[in-house]
T-cell receptor, first 112, second 113 residues
Framework: DQQVKQNSPSLSVQEGRISILNCDYT??????FLWYKKYPAEGPTFLIS?????DKNEDGRFTVFLNKSAKHLSLHIVPSQPGDSAVYFC???????????FGKGTRLSVIA | DAGITQSPRHKVTETGTPVTLRCHQT?????MYWYRQDPGHGLRLIHY???????DKGEVSDGYSVSRSKTEDFLLTLESATSSQTSVYFC????????????FGNGTRLTVT
């Protein structure tokens, strides 16, 4: 049973526009959520996180929104740049308990 | 870059042979993890360690074993490699269990022929 779902395998966005990547989770015990970015032939790199006590966290061009009642989070990238083209993984965990559980990833292509 | 080194970076092996992948960290983090990445599956946890000689299974542990005799080294062994174990393997480390980001190595691409 997949606990973290990224239902869009791919997304194309024009440079300068907003990219919105979505993630759903099923385990209501999860209380810490992260986004990772992965370029080919490299390991995933941590991008941004959010605790369940918040509904928004912002870091420069990246904002993560959390809707606990819907068990849904999203990553907004504004403005999108060609260098943002990568695979983005959503991950979730319960603090102090489980290792990270990852979604299958969404490939973002930012077109110049 | 977190100090994580995976070796080898690439390996081709034959079905039925044993294979050991190594992860070495210089951060002195307590927790270490092995994930595999496959198309259509994302990142799946194989095994993890919460201290020297303390390990636990992840969701795809069958066919794999691990060992951690020193804080800095976490070994993943395929006792008898199969074609289904062709994958990219990532090691990761963290300071705490849950609640902090994992930092990943650059991966080992393993091909089992």
């Amino acid at each position: 049973d997949q606990q973290v779902k990224q239902n869009s395998p791919s997304l194309s966005v024009q440079e300068g526009r907003i990219s919105i990547l979505n993630c759903d989770y099923t385990n209501s015990m999860f209380d810490y959520f992260l986004w990772y970015k992965k370029y080919p032939a490299e390991g995933p790199t941590f991008l941004i996180s959010i605790s369940s006590i918040k509904d928004k966290n912002e870091d420069g061009r990246f904002t993560v929104f959390l809707n606990k009642s819907a068990k849904h989070l999203s990553l907004h990238i504004v403005p999108s740049q060609p260098g943002d083209s990568a695979v983005y993984f959503c991950a979730a965990t319960r603090v102090g308990n489980t290792p990270l559980v990852f979604g299958k990833g969404t490939r973002l292509s930012v077109i110049a | 870059d977190a100090g994580i080194t995976q070796s080898p970076r690439h390996k081709v092996t034959e079905t039925g042979t044993p294979v050991t992948l190594r992860c070495h960290q210089t951060e002195n983090h307590r927790y270490m993890y092995w994930y595999r990445q496959d198309p259509g599956h994302g990142l799946r946890l194989i095994h993890y360690s919460y201290g020297v000689k303390d390990t636990d299974k992840g969701e795809v542990s069958d066919g794999y074993s691990v060992s951690r005799s020193k804080t800095e080294d976490f070994l993943l062994t395929l006792e008898s490699a199969t074609s289904s174990q062709t994958s990219v393997y990532f090691c990761a480390i963290s300071e705490v269990r849950g609640g902090s980001p994992l930092h990943f190595g650059n991966g080992t691409r393993l091909t089992v022929t």
